[in-house]
């Protein structure tokens, strides 16, 4: 039997495809929408679509970005020659907010999961190992999750990396284990990152 209309079903449907949203939260956003003004919900339709189509991947670091290269990659006061390494654009912004950093990043978009089926040809380790090639780098810091595939990627970067006689770290476990880079407090992340340790 259908409750509602086959709009509102449909929107129900479109919000719970979105991480974290279950089945009653979708409910309860769908009938928050369709009560809203219709110019506030054209302003907020507007809004999705224009980030969707604007926002694009850095070209040198890979965050995401609404210019071909980055603010952090296009700021010559950063230190080119480190790059930190982080599994998302999210880790990236737990790190700047914290002011303390001054290298640049790489954002993997992912990290390798045997068990998800997610190996190195699908995050952006081939795009990492390019830069490594052609710019001027004394150090790459690897700050993926503490997680099992935060883990798993942190070994298989430092296996590629160190041949090449690059400096590789990865930064310390002060940082729960399973715990997300973006849910954890500046002061932790900083003591993580000066008590990084050689891979
Ligand atoms: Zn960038």
Do not use: W
């Not at 919900?41 to 210019?67: G, M, P, S």
């Not at 002011?99 to 995050?123: Q, R, T, W």
């Amino acid at each position: 039997m259908d409750l509602y209309s086959g709009y509102i079903n449909r929107l129900i449907e479109a919000f719970s495809s979105l991480p974290g949203i279950g089945h009653k939260s979708a409910q309860r956003l769908a009938f928050h929408l369709v009560n809203m003004p219709k110019e506030q919900v054209e302003h907020f339709a507007r809004t999705i679509v224009d980030a969707r189509n604007n926002v694009c991947y850095c070209k040198c670091c890979f965050t995401l970005t609404d210019q071909e290269v980055c603010p952090i990659c296009s700021n010559v006061k950063r230190d080119h020659s480190t790059i930190m390494v982080v599994e998302n654009t999210r880790d990236l912004a737990a790190y700047e907010k914290t002011g303390k950093y001054e290298g640049v990043y790489h954002v993997l978009h992912g990290a390798i999961s045997p068990m998800l089926g997610v190996g190195p040809g699908d995050i952006k380790l081939k795009e990492l190992i390019t830069r490594l090639q052609t710019d001027e780098v004394k150090e790459v810091i690897i700050a993926t999750n503490s997680s099992l595939e935060g883990e798993t990627t942190a070994m298989y970067i430092s296996k590629l990396i160190k041949p090449t006689g690059i400096r590789v770290t990865r930064i310390a476990s002060g940082v729960p284990v399973g715990g997300d880079l973006e849910y954890i407090d500046e002061v932790t992340l900083l003591r993580a990152l000066d008590g990084r340790i050689e891979l």
